[in-house]
């Protein structure tokens, strides 16, 4: 037996970075103020398969898709074998074959609809140009998009569940091969790789660190980019800005439907214990504005998932703290949190959603005061 050369550097260092960065992606996926991060490190996870997907094709023998064994039979009869010491196999065994593909394609098409979900929910990113006209199918494509991920999830843990039946079933070296890039065969069977594709390798990983990089250093780049743009309610309308955010912060009025601005602006005498009359003209004025931008004639996530969240039951709540997704978005905050002397009020948006009054609402501009704890 002896010791043959399988995997090139670049094989086993992508391997290792797809393994960090797509578990700190998945890690993140879940909590809205770290949303950019898990953008950043899914889209170099994205670059890192793209270049693995080209060295399939350009690489050295074993690297190659056309080394994969892709055959349904040698499939069943690897997998009938898996508690014997079976066949070795120099390049990706058949089992590994079929789930690295598998990877792969779940791999491109989660990245995808990322950046779709992304661009077309938040107006972020590449595909931010779509969010205008397809705001209704927003949750399509972040459905679909943490569908595949689990997939790919579940995919992982049948390719880890099958390494660990090589080592120390099969006592093959599958395993330590991605480590060091060596397996035992009978014959001589190694490769080397040419100039270029060194260099390609060189690429390849250079490309995927900088490109993590890049995406965290440069704010404003087009992967990333936040096209919601600030708006000032004192310009669009002075009295609105002037009477409504004389007490507390100005609402924006993409926060409620129009029913709910209606019975609002109908009952100002008594609007939560206060008295906020106003004069026929001005009251008139102001209702106009909030139902010309209430949520109904607004592209903004939270517009169409606050309206979403309200049915027949609950359909004239005019406090927005009272909507069943404003509740579910902060269910998980302390209420001693929203009482604490920085914070005041659930109402006081402000406090931790810092540009609300310009209309943003930012996943990236949630922040809790200092000192404050979910
Ligand atoms: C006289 C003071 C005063 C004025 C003027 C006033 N409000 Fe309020 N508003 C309040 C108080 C008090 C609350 C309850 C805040 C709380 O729960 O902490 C409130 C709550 C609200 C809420 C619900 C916040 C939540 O809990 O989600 C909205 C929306 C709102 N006001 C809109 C308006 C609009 C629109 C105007 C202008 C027509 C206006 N307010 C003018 C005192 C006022
Ligand atoms: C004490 C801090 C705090 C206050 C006050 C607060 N929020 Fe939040 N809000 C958060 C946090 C934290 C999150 C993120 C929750 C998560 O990760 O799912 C959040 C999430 C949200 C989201 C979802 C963001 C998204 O894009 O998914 C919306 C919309 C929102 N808040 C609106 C409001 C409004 C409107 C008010 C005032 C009526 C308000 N919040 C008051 C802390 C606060």
Redesign the pocket.
């Known amino acids: 037996m002896i010791k043959s050369y399988i995997w090139p550097l670049g094989n086993r260092i992508s391997h290792i970075l797809m393994i960090v960065f797509f578990a700190a992606a998945y890690l993140l996926g879940?909590?809205?103020?770290l949303l950019k991060y898990h953008v950043i490190l899914g889209l170099a996870f994205g670059i890192l398969v793209v270049f693995r997907i080209f060295w399939g094709f350009i690489g050295p023998k074993y690297s190659k898709f056309k080394d994969f064994d892709l055959n349904i039979n040698s499939l069943k009869k690897y997998l009938g074998s898996v508690f014997s010491k079976g066949d070795k196999h120099i390049g990706h065994n058949p089992a590994s074959s079929f789930a690295i593909i598998t990877m792969f394609i779940v791999a491109i098409l989660t990245t995808l609809s990322g950046m779709l979900a992304y661009g077309i929910e938040?107006n972020h990113g590449i595909f931010a140009f779509l969010h205008q006209a397809n705001y209704h199918e927003m949750e399509i494509f972040e459905e679909l998009h943490e569908l595949l991920a689990n997939i790919f999830l579940g995919v992982v843990f049948v390719h880890i569940a099958g390494s660990l039946m090589d080592k120390f079933i099969k006592k093959g070296d599958a395993v330590d091969s991605m480590i060091d890039g060596y397996k035992t065969t009978y014959e001589p069977a190694g490769i080397s790789t040419s100039w270029w594709q060194k260099i390609f390798q060189i690429v390849w990983i250079a490309v995927s660190i900088w490109f993590l990089y890049y995406l965290f250093a440069v704010k404003e780049n087009v992967f990333v980019s936040n096209f919601n743009k600030p708006v000032s309610y004192a310009v669009l309308h002075p009295e609105f800005k002037a009477e409504c955010g004389s007490c507390h912060i100005t609402?924006p009025p993409f926060?409620l439907p129009q029913k709910s601005w209606t019975a609002m602006m109908g009952n100002l005498e008594n609007h939560f214990g206060e008295d906020a009359s106003l004069d026929e003209v001005t009251r008139i004025s102001i209702l106009k504005f909030l139902k010309k931008n209430s949520a109904e004639n607004s592209t903004h996530?939270?517009a169409l998932?606050?309206t979403k969240s309200l049915d027949d039951t609950n359909k004239t709540i005019i406090a927005?703290?009272k909507t069943p997704?404003?509740k579910a978005?902060?269910k998980?905050?302390d209420s001693r949190?929203?009482l604490s002397n920085k914070?005041k009020s659930?109402?006081?948006?402000q406090?931790?959603?810092q540009d609300?009054e310009k209309g943003m609402?930012?996943?990236d501009l949630?922040q809790?005061?200092k000192g404050?704890k979910?």
């Open positions: 879940d909590t809205d103020e938040e609402y926060l996530q939270a998932k606050i927005i703290t997704y404003w978005k902060h998980e905050i949190v929203f914070v659930k109402a006081n948006c406090a931790c959603h609300i609402l930012e996943n949630i809790l005061p404050l979910t």
